[in-house]
């Protein structure tokens, strides 16, 4: 499986775009990025993944490099709520029962 | 539509005791997942199953067993309790198919004295 890295903390501003990195050089060709968030010990809540295009939904943009060693959770507009520990995760969608979670990202927006 | 359903929340057993965590999901989701997590860790996986009848283990699977009798339902059970299982539990479904998200239930809070 391959591994992730991302930041063990980083801080935001209310209102502007929280930018999430994630490494994940050895990702195989058909595995899936996936982000998930934690808020507050609740149970981890799906966001958004992608393959190798940029994704967007309500939530999140995903943005994936062209080689897809690394990519970017985009929140654009953070509000206090945004508060969590995020997860990047990859994974091939048949697997998607086996989610390996590493430490995440605490994520502070501040007022 | 309830989603993950887990219980109980909350629980304190002591050494040597056993017990049940349930698990129930009203989405009709194939895939089923059990994952602890232990304070600033992430979730790991202890057990999972693919549908009705069929499971596996995860990356900690001892002192645990569990079965898959229905799609619905998918208890973790606890043969005797150790200090080292106090944690949070919480219990995932998936869908198959394109759409893989994981829908996570609110977590039991275990503390084993």
């Known amino acids: 499986d391959a591994k992730t890295t991302q930041p063990p903390s980083m801080d935001c501003a209310e209102g502007r775009a929280a930018n999430l990195p994630c490494n994940h050089s050895?990702?195989?060709?058909?595995?899936?990025v996936y982000w998930y968030r934690q808020i507050h010990s609740q149970g981890p809540q799906y966001i958004i993944h992608?393959?190798?295009n940029n994704e967007t939904n309500e939530m999140a943009s995903l943005i994936i490099t062209e080689d897809r060693k690394s990519s970017t959770l985009i929140l654009p507009h953070a509000t206090l709520r945004d508060t969590a520990v995020y997860y990047c995760?990859?994974?091939?969608?048949?697997?998607?029962?086996?989610?390996?979670f590493g430490k995440g990202t605490k994520l502070s927006v501040i007022p | 539509n309830a989603g993950v359903t887990q219980t109980p929340k909350f629980q304190v057993l002591k050494t040597g005791q056993s017990m049940t965590l349930q698990c129930a999901q009203d989405?009709?989701?194939?895939?089923m997942s059990w994952y602890r997590q232990d304070p600033g860790m992430g979730l790991r996986l202890i057990h999972y199953?693919?549908?009705?009848?069929?499971?596996d283990q995860g990356e900690v699977p001892n002192g645990y067993n569990v079965s898959r009798s229905t799609t619905e339902d998918f208890p973790l059970r606890l043969l005797s309790a150790a200090p080292s299982q106090t944690s949070v539990y919480f219990c995932?479904?998936?869908?198959?198919?394109?759409?893989?998200?994981?829908?996570f239930g609110q977590g039991t809070r275990l503390t084993v004295v």
């Open positions: 995932a479904s998936t869908a198959t198919g394109k759409n893989t998200e994981a829908f």
């Open positions: 050895t990702i195989s060709g058909n595995e899936y």
């Open positions: 992608g393959l190798k």
């Open positions: 995760i990859v994974r091939v969608p048949v697997r998607s029962y086996q989610l390996t």
């Open positions: 989405m009709n989701h194939e895939y």
């Open positions: 199953s693919v549908g009705a009848g069929i499971t």
